[in-house]
């Protein structure tokens, strides 16, 4: 057979008629009611633990349709996975679409999985416009106060219809306790309390319950004071599998060749591997599978008469046979065999007569190439530059002269998965406590970059929580349920994307959605997240202002209410130290008749949040069937000594420095054993103190000033949370052999600027923990985002060959 080829040249093309204009005027107006959140968070790691500080960078990413400076506070707030709970939540200011800062884990915080949900100011229709979300896991440095795990007391079997479940407590080093443990476990619409028995041991009968979303025996343990949490996926028998079929371009057409992608996945959307035959009519024909990701292709020459199923040779589902779409009896089938491209797409159309089409490129945000194209043949095969195409996904859209949707393909423009910026360390393998000298090569660097830097220990990093610049901006962004590629990044991994693209669709919205949008529909209410107070005096409004005064550092500014009493913080006037509360008090005299009330709407969107945004990511299988599993390893902690009361004087070390009694003061402000004022490596340790006025200690501008306190009573003064400023990443050498070094994060910047074709070099020590070590760099530059990686090893001393 004879091909013809054609090339489409786009620069010279021009959108033709008010058709045409109206679809692109469409697809502006979709963009305009469906943006595509801009927000990403690098966080240095995705597993902590207690006490434990959390580095983060934040970008806003994709500003052309973004007002910067409208966005003026980031907000980051701790939320548990089992319960959607809010622990945590700070405040961070936004300069120029960036943000820095750093939270710690509360000592008090319960092992488990967690996410860090972060958001901005800036409200549309009452919700924060740019919103990010990262699953971390949280474990503890400390050992568990009772041990605990629980396992199937038979091997699963599809036939059972109940499970049994064995769950056992014990102390610490295996003895029986001398109470009962208070269980509540829940598993679907289950949910019910008992207690262990003498031996600490309780035996669970569940019945089975078919096609859960959630298939996990959730189990919470309460031992006086002391809490702990198990979690496994239950047997349900045969389950129903999800199967979906994609032929290319949306539809089979009788008597042309398709290629057809299959998909199948259980509940929780995670992929199934197996194989199937293809009948037509109930007659096999092929035999077809799907891989690890869940996805498979075959080929297909259909007939418009025929029925096609697919029937999976698997026993453990309970519905095997799936029904492909209709055989349609004419139509436009596309094929692209490469999907994930340069700066050239190649496709063939195929069709059964002559037909005029109008072929479209667009990303539902903005159409790139609009042109009518003349089907004189049956065949032909087209070549499409992509010079005026933006670097990311696209859809390639055909429609009919009446602008209906014949055929439709996803693709990846200016697909590079070079790095930008090449790291270098000067040997491979170290020893604890040794420097190292880390290289970045940016001769690759088109322009400025700005970049945060991780040095972290690599089992800090789980596969399940990974997410990375690059990955989210132009994949995870876009596109629903992605399964995991076994990888780190999934931008790199070319046939993976290759693979998602003939599955995966916008997953915004549609075609047949764009035709539909209105002018209206681009009308938003826009606001902001504001901290408001108003003050009362003996507990009725003002009728003259008065003047109140705010600090959180050494600056003390004045804020003025309206006559009724009501105010509002402009955000310089609530930045802070890290660590620090805001304080604000009544300048004016009788001031104890004074009441001051603050509102900080913050802290109703983050408990908000937390139930709505957190709760949407999937449920997957939690083999957590141990709590020791949540234990960091010997070689990963200090020794930590059971907490105790002292009840009397004792003598204590001799310091250079002076410093008060143990633990922090009413302002939070503490020094650590070596003499470092509010030392983020040392935040709670018991040997801490309280820093003396006057004194000027490490890491302090000057001398401590003295930490007022004031009585509850008073509600003429108030403490609350402020905007935090970043604190600064403390590089230690670790020479004082004394100190305990067991530190995962051993290099964190947030914000190092590198230029184009130069090399910047940094410096740091390893810790006492040995192991793999990851450099995880991730930054933005004016157009497009980075993110490199590389590994090194670190050995105990004489362990080096």
């Not at 488990?112 to 800036?122: E, F, P, V």
């Not at 700066?343 to 059964?352: A, E, G, P, Y």
């Not at 109008?358 to 070549?383: G, V």
Request: contains cysteine; hydrophobic residues 35%.
């Amino acid at each position: 057979m004879r091909w013809l080829f054609f090339t489409l040249i786009i620069c010279l093309i021009s959108v033709k008629g008010s058709g045409q204009s109206n679809i692109a005027q469409k697809i502006a107006f979709n963009h305009l009611a469906n943006p595509t959140t801009n927000l990403f968070v690098h966080f240095d790691k995705n597993i902590y633990s207690n006490n434990e500080t959390v580095y983060f960078t934040a970008y806003i990413l994709k500003t052309e349709k973004f007002h910067l400076n409208a966005h003026k506070i980031l907000a980051v707030a701790l939320v548990r996975d089992v319960d959607s709970a809010l622990v945590k939540s700070d405040k961070f200011l936004i300069q120029n679409g960036l943000a820095f800062g750093n939270m710690l884990i509360p000592d008090s915080v319960v092992t488990g999985n967690y996410q860090l949900l972060a958001y901005t100011d800036k409200l549309v229709n009452g919700k924060p416009e740019l919103i990010f979300k990262q699953p971390i896991t949280i474990k503890t440095n400390i050992e568990l106060p009772f041990r605990a795990n629980i396992k199937l007391v038979e091997n699963p079997s599809i036939s059972n219809k109940e499970n049994q479940v064995l769950i056992s407590v014990t102390t610490n080093d295996y003895k029986f306790l001398s109470k009962p443990v208070s269980v509540n476990y829940k598993y679907g619409t289950v949910q019910k309390t008992a207690k262990t028995d003498a031996a600490g041991q309780l035996l669970l009968t569940i019945p089975k319950q078919q096609n859960l979303v959630d298939p996990n025996i959730s189990v919470k343990l309460k031992y006086q004071k002391d809490s702990s949490f198990l979690s496994m996926p239950l047997p349900t028998g045969k389950i129903t599998a999800n199967v979906k079929f994609f032929p290319e371009g949306g539809n089979l057409v009788t008597n042309i060749i398709s290629t057809v992608a299959w998909e199948v996945t259980d509940l929780q959307k995670r992929p199934i591997a197996l194989k199937a035959f293809l009948f037509k009519n109930n007659f096999p024909i092929d035999t077809i599978e799907t891989n690890s990701y869940g996805i498979g292709k075959f080929k297909l020459l259909a007939d418009e008469n025929a029925v096609y199923t697919v029937k999976l040779a698997n026993n453990s589902l309970a519905d095997t046979v799936y029904k492909l779409p209709k055989v349609l009896s004419s139509g436009l089938v596309i094929n692209i065999e490469n999907a994930v491209v340069e700066d050239t797409l190649s496709l063939i159309l195929r069709n059964h007569k002559s037909q005029k089409f109008f072929i479209r490129i667009h990303n539902f945000k903005q159409c790139f190439l609009d042109i009518p194209f003349d089907m004189e043949m049956k065949i032909r095969k087209l070549k499409i530059p992509l010079a005026e195409i933006p670097k990311g996904l696209n859809t390639i859209t055909i429609t009919d002269s009446l602008d209906r949707p014949l055929a439709e393909r996803l693709f990846f423009a200016h697909y590079n998965n070079k790095d930008l910026i090449y790291t270098n360390t000067d040997k491979n393998t170290y020893h604890q406590r040794e420097q190292v000298s880390l290289t970045l090569d940016s001769k690759e660097l088109p322009e400025t970059a700005i970049v945060s830097i991780a040095v972290v220990q690599e089992n800090r990093l789980t596969l399940r929580n990974s997410n990375d610049i690059e990955s989210y901006t132009y994949i995870r962004n876009q596109l629903e349920n992605m399964p995991s590629n076994g990888k780190t990044s999934i931008y790199k991994d070319r046939d993976y994307l290759e693979q998602i693209l003939s599955v995966k669709g916008w997953r915004r919205y549609t075609w047949q959605q764009t035709q539909d949008i209105k002018p209206s529909d681009t009308l938003k209410n826009i606001d902001s997240l504001q901290i408001t107070g108003i003050v009362k005096k003996n507990k009725k409004p003002l009728t003259a202002a008065i003047n109140l005064a705010t600090f959180g550092d050494s600056n003390i500014r004045v804020i003025e209410t309206s006559m009724e009493g009501k105010f509002d913080f402009s955000t310089p006037d609530l930045i802070t130290e890290y660590g620090k509360k805001m304080h604000l008090f009544v300048n004016a005299t009788n001031k104890e008749s004074y009441n001051i009330e603050i509102n900080d709407a913050f802290e109703k969107a983050s408990k908000d949040l937390s139930k709505t945004e957190a709760s949407l990511i999937p449920t997957v299988p939690l083999n957590l069937t141990n709590n020791s599993d949540l234990v960091l390893k010997n070689n990963e902690k200090a020794i930590q000594l059971k907490e105790v009361t002292i009840k009397k004087t004792v003598d204590r070390p001799r310091f250079h420095y002076a410093k008060g009694g143990f633990g922090a003061n009413s302002c939070g402000d503490y020094v650590c054993m070596y003499d470092i004022l509010n030392c983020t490596n040392h935040a709670n340790d018991p040997g801490n103190s309280q820093p003396i006025a006057g004194v000027t200690y490490k890491g302090s501008n000057g001398p401590y000033q003295e930490c007022k306190t004031y009585t509850e009573e008073d509600k003429s003064f108030v403490a609350f949370s402020g905007i935090r400023y970043h604190k600064e990443f403390y590089l230690h050498d670790y020479k004082d052999p004394l100190e305990p070094a067991f530190f995962s994060t051993i290099y964190w910047n947030h914000g190092t600027i590198l230029q184009p074709k130069k090399e910047t070099a940094l410096t740091f020590y390893t810790s006492d923990i040995t192991g793999m070590f990851k450099v995880i760099i991730q930054g933005i530059t004016k157009d497009d985002v980075i993110y490199t990686e590389q590994k090194f090893e670190v050995k105990q001393k004489g362990q080096i060959n």
